[in-house]
């Protein structure tokens, strides 16, 4: 895309900067730089705690009206003072610390947990301008600050000196080993085809429409979807969300590495984990979904991060309809979906990829037979595998139980 | 093919969540302290006394202290002191009545033996399920000042057994009335019988 194919900036969308440099200009020149950075921290502090807040209250509303109930609807205007009486109650509750704990580490695991799910909002371009660091291995650095969270929880696992929480700390990490792999290959086609690890060459590279209305999203290409697909999937079981939240399965595990957590603590896991997720679904937006860019070239007045919070809405409600919906997997079901379906899926996905991107000059009824070979290539490992995998497991039959 | 039924799962949810805006059948959730619940007509929680009148409930209770239900009642929450007087019962027969009567609620079970074994018709369950106290011993041991409540109250509570109850009351009153009647005519014509002993064969 050149630069002047950039429309003209209308004021909302350059004004969160512009109420920065307002900020910064009472500072001397020496230290403006630390002033931008700061307030930068802050703006995602605030921006994603609400958004952390709200979340749960939505999550708990969502859940109430699936289940047949209205769910909180006490404290302030339909339940809207919610989060903040949970917050007021985390707070007063009394810190407990088992006596055999490791008091340092015990402390440090929600702390380093909270930072670490917190360094991936950095490089995750919220709209046209506003990207707190713009790094050229921007992809990367994601994966890799995401990855380090787990290190946190099972830290919380081994300190805690509980036999769950150990058994959940070790289950977690077996969790981000499977699916680590199928995360990172559902996100290489984009990387190949856009050329690039930095986000906002990735969101740049999926501008523009066709005929004004088809945006050129990497969700709306065959191997796109396939890898949409794989990567939300994968990015449920990063952050430990139902159907795979195992780590903290209630019926086995008491609560996982959050059996020996009381008060602020467990309210701080909490925080990480809806961080982790919001993180996450920010990539996939960025990665798949066209990250600011607004779906049709009419609606491009609206200003850009607007667009992105309404994708990242989206995605974060269909994980919440997913968690009212599925049941927990088993271990052994939980490795076995990663290594003998995602991961194949993915690599075929990369296959997918690589004839896309050779096939670009295809024109004219070539076109045609473009979209046809990669639709097939999607949807026939897929199909295949599913039956293959699926011989003699499903469907399931009730042996003692009548329907 | 795989992934079809995740996707009717999803479908169901999503109705439920839908349907929860607009059908009542999907929310049936009472607020409860604003919305009172309807309660079904056989709901039973503790035993309540019965007294024919409201005014002076405890000069109409239906009990007579005969500690049939004191005797009987499981974990043995229901404790009787007989009056060493007596007084005119709704009928107008002079009966004991109980100089105290007192149930534990923290024992009760709510089995409703003590209703089923009482010959009076006094004790039945009442349907008052909002009985937090402040504290653990003195409010949840109920006197017969609390206990007693209105027969007009049991109707409201449960309709169809209270006008059973009454029916077999006023059939009991009538058969009494009528032996009575019977008694005072047998009675009236009691002069006669002494009169006649040496024919008395066929009468024994």
């Known amino acids: 895309m050149t630069p002047a194919a950039v429309p003209p900036d209308r004021w909302l969308e350059l004004a969160p900067l512009q109420l920065r440099d307002w900020v910064t200009g009472f500072l001397p020149a020496s230290l403006q730089w630390l002033a931008t950075g700061l307030i930068t921290i802050v703006a995602i502090l605030a921006v994603f705690g609400l958004l952390f807040a709200y979340l749960t209250l939505a999550e708990r509303k969502i859940l109430g009206r699936i289940q047949n109930r209205p769910g909180p609807n006490r404290t302030g205007w339909f339940g809207l003072l919610q989060p903040f009486a949970d917050g007021v109650k985390a707070l007063t509750k009394e810190d407990v610390v088992p006596r055999q704990a490791d008091p340092v580490l015990h402390y440090l695991a929600p702390v380093v947990l909270v930072a670490l799910s917190l360094l991936g909002f950095a490089v995750i371009p919220f709209g046209r301008h506003l990207v707190a660091v713009e790094l050229d291995a921007a992809v990367l650095y994601f994966f890799a600050a995401g990855a380090a969270t787990e290190l946190a929880i099972f830290m919380a696992g081994w300190a805690s000196r509980n036999k769950y929480a150990l058994l959940a700390a070790m289950r977690a990490l077996a969790q981000l080993i499977s699916y680590e792999l199928p995360l990172l290959l559902a996100f290489v086609p984009v990387v190949m085809l856009a050329g690039t690890l930095s986000t906002t060459a990735i969101v740049a590279a999926q501008g523009g429409w066709t005929l004004g209305v088809l945006p050129h999203w990497f969700v709306l290409t065959p191997w796109g979807f396939a890898g949409f697909v794989i990567f939300m999937i994968a990015a449920l079981a990063e952050s430990n969300r139902s159907p795979f939240d195992l780590p903290e399965a209630e019926s086995e595990l008491i609560a996982g590495h959050l059996t020996e957590y009381s008060g602020f603590k467990y309210a701080l896991f909490f925080m990480a984990e809806y961080f982790g997720m919001c993180a996450l679904c920010g990539m996939a937006v960025t990665l798949f979904l066209g990250g600011w860019q607004a779906p049709c070239a009419a609606l491009e007045c609206i200003p850009s991060y607007a667009w992105f919070g309404a994708k990242l809405l989206t995605l974060l409600l269909g994980f919440i309809w997913i968690r009212a919906t599925l049941p927990r997997l088993r271990m052994d079901q939980l490795t076995r979906l990663a290594w003998k379906f995602l991961v194949p899926l993915a690599l075929i996905n990369l296959g997918t990829a690589a004839f896309w991107s050779l096939t670009a000059g295809w024109t004219g009824g070539l076109q045609l037979v473009r979209w046809a070979v990669a639709l097939a290539l999607v949807a026939g490992p897929f199909v295949l595998l599913g039956r293959r995998l699926s011989r003699g497991v499903a469907p399931r039959v009730y042996r003692y139980a009548s329907s | ?204």
């Not at chain 2, 995740?6 to 959730?29: E, I, M, W």
């Not at chain 2, 009545?97 to 039945?124: G, L, N, R, W, Y």
């Open chain 2, 1 to 204: 093919m795989l992934g079809t039924g995740l996707l009717q799962g999803l479908a169901v949810t999503a109705k439920n969540l839908v349907g929860s805006f607009h059908d009542p059948a999907r929310l049936p959730t009472l607020e409860y302290p604003e919305v009172q619940p309807q309660l079904p007509e056989a709901y039973r929680n503790f035993p309540f006394l019965v007294s024919e009148s409201a005014e002076d409930p405890m000069g109409t209770l239906r009990c007579v202290a005969c500690q049939i239900c004191e005797k009987e009642c499981p974990p043995q929450c229901i404790y009787i002191e007989k009056s060493k007087d007596k007084k005119p019962d709704a009928a107008g027969k002079q009966q004991i009545f109980p100089a105290v009567f007192v149930i534990d609620t923290s024992v009760c079970m709510s089995c409703q033996i003590c209703v089923e074994v009482c010959p009076f018709e006094s004790i039945k369950m009442d349907q008052v399920f909002a009985i937090a106290t402040t504290e653990r011993f003195g409010s949840l041991l109920l006197t017969r000042e609390q206990l007693a409540k209105p027969n007009s109250y049991y109707h409201q509570i449960h309709p169809t057994e209270a006008a059973e109850v009454d029916r077999r009351l006023a059939a009991d009153r009538q058969a009494a009335e009528d032996k009575a009647k019977a008694a005072a005519a047998a009675k009236s014509a009691a002069p006669t019988p002494p009169a006649k002993p040496a024919t008395g064969g066929p009468a024994a």
